[in-house]
């Protein structure tokens, strides 16, 4: 064998054993690849929720717990440096306090309110929104400005005797919070709200140690939805909201049931008849708010002086009822325990809303949550008291009732029937009740959407020219331009255009509009083509095209949003309408129509949902 053949075996056994290396280094290298994809997939994040978003949630939660902690004891020192008393840990006023103190301290109260309304709005470029507006406009995107436009008149109202709730001023600072956290994590738009969302519920679950309330208020009101994607962070938030203050407070339960609260049939009836009876009542305390406020404005026009009257009002009534001085959070305990009963609740209960009525009417910032708490436990103990005077009918619980009501005046007013029947179960302990809580909290809800259709919350936007219903992010709506959608008419008409003619013009616009015109050339409105279709069969009627003009005409600005056409189309069966000149509204720029219009807002609502669910990034 030559010396050139040994060299060609050589080289060839060489190529092979290469060959057959890289063979196997290939197969091996897949089968890492697919035991790091088998395995790997245990821990991918199928619902695209990014971790930041956990991690934020927890460190919020966290931080809103230490903050609703340190309102409260701020709120105390307070109430004890003006009034000489805390309002929020005793009922009634104590021997050694003055009236002219509590008057003092509520007039006091009212300048600074508004000083700190005026501070703080020079501070912001827009009117200070809270955490459900926020999510439903701004995509959760709240500042420290709104944070202390919301939170510093909240405590100056009630830290001086205005009879208001702190609550408002704690879910704030939890969702301003969220959102200050999300925006330098550089979240998306759906994780923002998200963790806005979280934020609040830690407030909630830590001002009455109750998580489940809290996760329920945000996924109700914060949110305006449910989906699974949503749960972890929202609930980690609540959870470490509750434990923060555990840890840095350590005391009992907020309401500490001391009588028994067992069910029976009899019970029912009752909780059905004090959920009719609390709606009433809080529908009733929602209007009167609107009724003082519209009063003391035809009084006079300035804001401060209208607080101070009201503060004089205020004060007036702590004189004859000192229990509605504060938020009421420690008359809750006394009246769900029978220590108010009798003639004493149902008085009582009618100051309480006068007193929240004046205090939010008059100008005083805060919420009615507590207080709502507060009215109804009066409630509960007022038909129970009122129920032995019934024939053939067994006494009813008092304390049953209590907690009934409770729920019911709470899930009218709030406007979160869930959130708030566990928030009774949870703060006070007592599950045994929870079916007879549910019943009255249902029929509540119910009654409240039928005769009045709003929370105290969504009704102070509907006056504010807002029309939400809740957190559901409808701000995209009013982002987009119906620009593109606008078609240019195919045919003007005279207004003395014949049936026949305006019936051929119509079969030749396709899906295009019809418009009519008087002889000045002013649009008068578009031809209906659904009552062209009626008459076209009777041509010796004496019709003419002003005739067949869709009435009333509606018309669109070529500016306007998509929410505003939406809404539009929503009132009004016309399936198109007339694109007008702002500055020359009898000049017709083309039409816009409802196929078109709901066509993009079921495309975006599906962008949206998609969003929510984590199939794409927002």
């Avoid at 010396?3 to 290396?21: K, N, T």
């Avoid at 009333?552 to 809404?567: C, M, S």
Wanted: charged share 15%.
């Amino acid at each position: 064998m030559t010396a050139g053949r040994i060299s060609v075996l050589w080289r060839g056994g060489l190529v092979r054993f290469r060959r057959r290396v890289g063979r196997r280094s290939k197969a091996k290298t897949a089968a890492g690849a697919a035991a790091a994809s088998k395995w790997g997939g245990l821990f991918r994040n199928k619902s695209g929720l990014p971790l930041a978003v956990l991690a934020g949630a927890c460190a919020v939660g966290i931080a809103a717990g230490a903050c609703v902690f340190a309102v409260h004891n701020i709120v105390i020192w307070l109430q004890r440096a003006s009034l000489g008393f805390a309002a929020e840990t005793r009922v009634g006023v104590p021997e050694h306090t003055a009236a002219w103190r509590v008057g003092a301290a509520l007039v006091i109260g009212a300048l600074l309110v508004s000083l700190a309304s005026r501070i703080t709005a020079s501070w912001c470029d827009r009117s200070p929104s809270d955490a459900v507006e926020a999510n439903a406009l701004h995509g959760g995107y709240l500042t420290w400005a709104d944070g202390f436009a919301v939170v510093l008149p909240i405590l100056a109202s009630v830290s001086f005797g205005a009879s208001v709730g702190v609550e408002a001023a704690v879910t704030q600072t939890g969702a301003v919070l969220a959102s200050v956290l999300g925006r330098r994590l550089k979240l998306p738009r759906s994780d923002l709200r998200l963790l806005v969302g979280a934020g609040a519920a830690a407030a909630i679950s830590a001002a009455y140690q109750a998580p489940i309330a809290g996760m329920l208020y945000a996924f109700e009101l914060v949110l305006g939805t449910y989906n699974k994607r949503a749960l972890a962070p929202v609930a980690l938030a609540a959870l470490l909201g509750f434990g923060a203050v555990a840890v840095l407070d350590g005391g009992p339960r907020p309401f500490v049931i001391r009588q028994g609260a067992s069910a029976l049939w009899i019970d029912f009836p009752f909780s059905a008849l004090i959920g009719l009876m609390a709606a009433l009542l809080g529908i009733g305390v929602m209007v009167l708010v609107g009724g003082v406020e519209r009063t003391l404005a035809s009084l006079t026009r300035s804001e401060t002086l209208r607080r101070i009257l009201g503060a004089v009002g205020l004060a007036g009534l702590a004189f004859l009822a000192p229990g509605v001085l504060g938020s009421g959070h420690a008359a809750i305990d006394e009246a769900v325990n029978g220590e108010i009963v009798g003639r004493l609740a149902i008085g009582l209960l009618g100051a309480k809303a006068l007193a929240s009525a004046l205090s939010l009417g008059a100008g005083f910032r805060g919420g009615l949550f507590s207080a709502s708490l507060f009215i109804g436990a009066l409630l509960g103990q007022g038909v129970a008291w009122l129920s032995q005077w019934l024939p053939y009918v067994p006494v009813a619980n008092p304390t049953l009732c209590a907690l009934v009501g409770m729920a019911a005046l709470g899930a009218c007013i709030i406007g979160s029937p869930l959130a708030m029947a566990f928030l009774v179960l949870e703060s006070t302990g007592n599950y045994e009740a929870s079916l007879v809580v549910a019943l009255g909290t249902v029929i509540s809800s119910l009654v409240t959407d039928r005769l009045f259709g709003y929370s105290f919350a969504t009704w102070r936007f509907q006056q504010r020219g807002l029309a939400l219903e809740g957190g559901h992010d409808i701000s995209r709506l009013t982002t987009v331009s119906i620009k593109d959608l606008i078609r240019p008419a195919k045919y003007i008409l005279p207004a003395h255009a014949t049936l026949a003619q305006v019936a051929r013009a119509v079969s030749h616009a396709g899906n295009k509009a019809v418009a009519v015109q008087d002889e000045q050339g002013r649009l008068l409105g578009l031809v209906d083509p659904a009552l062209v279709e009626v008459v076209e069969n009777e041509p010796d009627l004496p019709l003419a095209a002003a005739d067949l003009v869709g009435t009333p005409v509606v018309k669109v600005a070529p500016d306007a949003t998509l929410a505003d056409v939406v809404a539009i189309f929503g009132q009004d069966d016309r399936g198109v309408f007339p694109v007008v000149d702002p500055a020359r509204p009898e000049k017709i720029i083309g039409a816009v129509r409802a196929r078109d219009v709901f066509r993009l807002s079921a495309s975006i609502a599906e962008q949206q949902r998609r969003e929510d669910l984590g199939l794409v990034r927002g």
